[in-house]
């Protein structure tokens, strides 16, 4: 090669390597200044024309977009979380390199009333973006967005709202119209409501109302008093029954003499809807964002919260020595604390098992004649054959402390706060009993079965709740 080409050559790869050092430094200095902002708490005071008309905007619960994005970023919900944030509920791309920045506010019934020449003074807060654990490395996922709360520690803020930016384009967050607002929920101020609160994933296309009226009884004998039902599409039916029990709460319509709180909350304007569960952990349901969602909204609320499908019961196996939830943790912790030197327990996975679906399911909660065959259609009377292999983890659901929850998954809780931990229940103490219709998985004419009639117990103390309950609702649903 000629010298000089050589040379030429040379100089070129030296300015070019400069040229990339300088511009690498760049982004290292301006986003240090952002994360020393953070650090110390110092908000980005901006000034924004008055959001036009989101002061008349509806603030029910559902899936909102965050301003500034240009990819699908959407947010659900805010929570209080001890000792100075606020952590939101929200999905995006997995991958995603935007920043999220939290806008507070106090009252927001102002908004639209200002003239569109007025300014706004606000203040960005930093957060911190947090990708759920549970993504099976899919395209979306569920996020935590952490916002740290002012330094005025007696201020509560009453809503939060969520722009996103790249850090290169911050100052275009002054001209985005911001999109949503979500009420931030705090923890009751006199302490836990209840004992056991229990959960479940958004309600997709389930029309076995017999099944639900059975589940539903169950738990109740176990000792749960506040249902929490997200809702992403349901029959009339099956609609109907959840709604009247909604109105129902606190009136004794469950034939008992405690009250019972249901919640009927839907999933809306999830994003995900029909993305197949090959874009974003189980599709149109979000079963990570729900997992959390769920979680976070019990912190607080009850000392306990259980988290199952609806064709799933937590059944305790020692008989006479526990019958209800309260008597099993109790046991479960003695026998942790000894086993573990002291061990604090804030979740009890419960082991799964498949019961064999024996005959053909009749779904219709008022089919004529339904009341003389009742326990034929009780999963806890008719269902006592299943598959002698306990899975250990797989398809396993658990019981938590809300309190006690950093992060939880579908099957597992996935962090905790210190000191607590997580115990894996012996199924001596309690099965998850899995009664899934027409399970395409299993092939039950060469799977290893045994006898159990360990729910049959509890199936003959709720018969008769369940024919009252039936009663009630087919006044109110059979038209």
């Known amino acids: 090669m000629h010298p000089n080409l050589a040379f030429r050559a040379v100089s070129l790869l ?71 944030q606020v952590r939101v509920i929200a999905a995006t791309l997995r991958l995603s390199s935007e920043k999220a920045f939290c806008i507070y506010w106090e009252n927001i019934s102002h908004l639209s009333n200002q003239p569109s020449t007025n300014l706004l003074n606000i203040k960005l807060h930093i957060a911190y973006i947090k990708t759920m654990t549970e993504n099976h490395a899919l395209k979306y996922s569920g996020k935590f967005i952490n916002c740290p709360l002012p330094e005025e520690s007696d201020w509560k803020p009453k809503y939060v709202s969520i722009v996103v930016s790249s850090s290169r384009k911050l100052l275009k967050v002054s001209s985005s119209l911001i999109q949503n607002y979500l009420p931030i929920r705090y923890p009751p101020e006199n302490g836990f409501t209840t004992n056991f ?55 004794n319509v469950t034939s008992s003499d405690e009250s019972i709180v249901v919640e009927v909350i839907p999933w809306a304007n999830y994003p995900f809807n029909y993305a197949p569960d090959k874009l974003i952990r189980g599709g149109p349901q979000g079963l990570s964002e729900v997992a959390n969602e769920c979680v976070y909204r019990h912190k607080g609320v009850s000392e306990y919260m259980v988290f199952v499908d609806l064709d799933e019961m937590i ?52 089919a004529s004649g339904y009341h003389s065959t009742l326990p034929m259609h009780l999963n806890t009377l008719k269902r006592t054959v299943r598959m002698k292999q306990i899975l250990q983890t797989q398809r396993s659901k658990y019981i938590c402390n809300p309190n006690s929850v950093n992060e939880a998954g579908t099957h597992f809780i996935w962090s905790h706060n ?62």
């Not at 019958?323 to 009890?348: E, F, M, P, T, W």
Request: glycine fraction near 6%; charge should be positive.
């Open 14 to 84: 030296v300015f070019i390597s400069c040229v990339s050092f300088y511009i690498f430094l760049f982004y290292i200095i301006y986003d240090y200044d952002i994360a020393v902002n953070k650090e110390v708490g110092l908000p980005i005071t901006l000034q924004i024309p008055y959001p036009s008309g989101n002061g008349n905007r509806n603030l029910s619960i559902g899936w909102q977009p965050a301003a500034g994005s240009n990819d699908t970023f959407v947010v659900y919900s805010a929570h209080y979380v001890k000792p100075d």
């Open 197 to 251: 609160s229990l959960c479940v994933k958004p309600i997709y296309n389930f029309t076995n109302t017999v099944q639900f009226v059975e589940w539903f009884e169950f738990y109740k004998l176990m000792g749960v008093r506040h249902f929490t039902f997200f809702v992403l599409e349901v029959g009339n039916e099956m609609s109907c029954i959840l709604h009247n029990l909604q109105r129902a709460s606190n009136k």
């Open 315 to 366: 059944v305790p196996h020692r008989l006479g020595a526990f019958d209800n939830y309260h008597q099993l943790i109790k046991k479960v912790d003695a026998y942790a604390k000894r086993r573990n030197n002291g061990a604090v327990i804030g979740s009890y996975t419960f082991k799964n098992t498949f019961f064999k679906d024996i005959s053909p399911p009749k779904f219709s909660l008022f």
């Open 418 to 479: 210190s000191p607590y931990q997580g115990v894996r229940v012996a199924e001596g103490y309690a099965l998850l009993h899995h009664y899934r219709v027409h399970f395409k998985e299993t092939d039950w004419s060469t799977t290893v079965t045994v006898k159990d009639e360990t729910a049959v117990k509890y199936g003959v103390k709720i018969e008769g709740n369940v024919r009252a309950l039936i009663k009630t609702l087919e006044q109110i649903c059979k038209q």
